[in-house]
């Protein structure tokens, strides 16, 4: 495992405090993830942007439907209508997006201490910070190459896609973007049924930049705390990763408290969380606009190679 920590940070263990929300979820393991695909309160699910229970329900609801033959038409109608009403709200709302963008970042700069207080603190965990912005780079450029290589568009989407992509980098939310983001791919010439199935569904299962910094943060909690993990317990560390992430919520920083479940499986301290308290809303924008981007070529790469190639 390459050394991701910077000599002479001057990294002081346990100087923040883990916040109440992820403590709370000490303990959690993956029947949690299982778990979380079922909800005794859709309505709750739905404020708490939770969406793999909403999926799950959508889902189960829709087939049920499909048994009922021409009585649920009326049903598919009203559905259609107010989806589509409420896109078009969120399309004029999203032309105030770069003034709110502006403000968010501006917000945490300033929370941050400003802009040299900042840099002091991503100076702290240097080489932490340049190895998640270096695999999420990698990663989306091993993206943009399956794009290119399936639909022979790749910089043509890449641009078509930019709105939903600098919305994302703003709000960290791949939930608040996903209209910005199905409104983009149909700009593009996604078809419909791949937008409504793999975008909504990506949008929460697909966090693939999410997995990836999890992976990332796990290995330098580790070092911090000098403990070395063997072969196994990184192979536990990225599986564990992987499926925490689809567990994890679309909104801002949702990977902490999912990173509590990759730290148990490995025996490491909750505390070392609060060492990536500084950076993590900084990182939290780039792994949003991987998973946005994933989000986006998988529903590229199933409309060229599924839809288009049935029809």
Same mark, same amino acid.
């Given at each position: 495992? $390459? ?11 346990? !100087?923040? %405090? ?11 393991? *993956? ?38 033959? !021409? ?5 598919? /109608? ?5 989806? !589509? ?20 970042? *501006? ?20 080489? =932490?910070?340049?190895?998640?912005? %270096?695999?999420?780079?990698? =990663? ?35 939930? *608040? ?5 199905? !409104? ?31 992976? /990332? ?22 599986? %564990?990763?992987?499926? /925490? ?14 990173? $509590?479940? $990759?730290?148990? /499986? ?46």
């Amino acid at each position: 495992v $390459v050394n991701i920590i910077q000599p002479g940070a001057g990294i002081e263990l346990g !100087e923040a %405090t883990v916040p109440e929300r992820i403590l709370e979820k000490q303990g959690t393991g *993956a029947s949690d993830i299982i778990m979380s695909l079922i909800s005794p309160n859709l309505f709750a699910s739905a404020t708490e942007m939770q969406l793999l229970p909403i999926i799950v329900f959508a889902i189960l609801f829709a087939m049920a439907l499909t048994t009922i033959g !021409e009585r649920s038409k009326p049903v598919f /109608a009203v559905f259609d209508g107010i989806n !589509e009403a409420m896109m078009k709200l969120v399309i004029w709302i999203m032309y105030f997006a770069p003034i709110g963008i502006f403000a968010l970042i *501006a917000a945490r700069i300033g929370l941050a201490g400003g802009g040299e207080e900042l840099f002091k603190e991503i100076e702290a965990v240097g080489w =932490h910070v340049v190895t998640v912005l %270096t695999g999420l780079f990698i =990663h989306f450029c091993f993206l943009f190459l399956l794009l290119q290589l399936v639909a022979g568009k790749g910089l043509a989407y890449l641009f078509g896609m930019s709105r939903a992509l600098f919305t994302g980098f703003g709000t960290a939310s791949s939930t *608040a973007t996903l209209p910005l983001t199905m !409104e983009n791919a149909r700009e593009n010439n996604v078809s419909d049924k791949a937008i409504k199935f793999v975008l909504p569904l990506g949008s929460t299962v697909n966090m693939d930049g999410t997995a990836l910094y999890e992976a /990332a943060a796990v290995l330098f909690i580790a070092q911090a705390y000098g403990i070395d993990l063997t072969m196994t317990q990184q192979i536990i560390v990225f599986i %564990t990763a992987t499926l /925490a992430a689809i567990g994890a919520a679309g909104i801002p920083e949702a990977g902490l408290v999912t990173m $509590v479940i $990759v730290l148990s /499986a490995v025996g490491l301290p909750l505390d070392g969380i609060a060492l990536l308290l500084a950076v993590d809303w900084f990182l939290d924008r780039f792994r949003t606009v991987v998973n946005i981007w994933g989000d986006s070529v998988g529903a590229k790469v199933i409309d060229t190679l599924v839809i288009k190639k049935a029809l």
